[in-house]
């Protein structure tokens, strides 16, 4: 009878052992896994709000959106991650999900979600108010399945005319406080368009705390040091109070490394 605790307690571990594995479920979002590894692309419905802003100037009404997104190693949406939203150019009909390879390492080594939104139509125009919406719909797909993204940290880059573009459309989403953003990373951007969307749109004083990391190729003959350095020169004028320029030996070109230190650097600074 001494032994009776004993082998009570080998009974137990076997009959637990006999029990079928509890099935871990997979998150997943607008009906796809979201896991690390290769890039994701998701389609959604597009609300007649956003259909309504897209359409202006001329352009169709999308019923679908598309997205392309990329999830960090690690990746569970019960925490809080970082959202990397990439905009591309306008030039050569580059759209933001044909760019998101190019910053997917930087951000799965940082740590950050990749969000690259696009319409499964083409824009007769491809307007700020055109990528307004489909960021806006993106945006609300996520929050569809994850509400508590809605407070995630969001930083926006771009390369050459999507760093111009990247300024618009967050201070658009800055001035209907749609958007928590702590960053915006500028490559090759030869004007200073982050103090003309400040003026036009007028988000909050708080916008002007942003970090702003500014990005360049010495050699860039577009995007030259001299005007970057203007550039950045206007935003400390406008107010901004964090801007970082950084150059690097190369030509017009968006640098991984530079975009790893970046993100990193909007880390630090917003603490999270």
Request: charged fraction near 20%.
């Amino acid at each position: 009878m001494e032994n009776l605790p004993r082998i009570r307690s080998v009974t137990l571990l076997v009959c637990f052992s006999l029990l079928p594995a509890a099935r871990v479920t997979a998150a997943t979002i607008a009906g796809k896994e979201a896991k690390p590894g290769p890039l994701v692309e998701i389609q959604f419905p597009v609300s007649k709000y956003f259909q309504d802003i897209a359409a202006q100037g001329g352009n169709p009404r999308p019923q679908m959106g598309r997205a392309v997104l990329s999830f960090p190693p690690g990746f569970d949406p019960a925490r809080r991650w970082p959202i990397l939203i990439v905009t591309s150019t306008t030039d050569f009909h580059i759209t933001s999900p044909m760019d998101a390879p190019a910053y997917k390492p930087p951000a799965d080594a940082e740590g950050w979600v990749l969000l690259a939104p696009d319409a499964t139509i083409k824009p007769q125009h491809d307007s700020t108010p055109w990528r307004l919406a489909m960021l806006g719909a993106a945006l609300d797909a996520v929050r569809k399945d994850w509400p508590q993204s809605r407070n995630w940290p969001v930083a926006f880059a771009g390369f050459s005319g999507g760093s111009k573009r990247s300024c618009l459309l967050g201070a658009m989403l800055a001035k209907a406080r749609a958007v928590n953003i702590c960053g915006f990373f500028l490559s090759g951007m030869n004007e200073d368009k982050m103090s003309e969307a400040y003026k036009t749109y007028q988000p909050s004083a708080d916008f002007l705390n942003i970090p702003i990391w500014i990005s360049g190729g010495m050699d860039d003959i577009i995007a030259t040091p001299s005007l970057e350095g203007k550039a950045e020169a206007s935003m400390r004028g406008t107010g901004f109070k964090r801007v970082r320029l950084e150059h690097f030996m190369g030509v017009h070109q968006l640098k991984r490394s530079e975009v790893k230190l970046g993100l990193r650097w909007f880390r630090q600074l917003g603490g999270f």
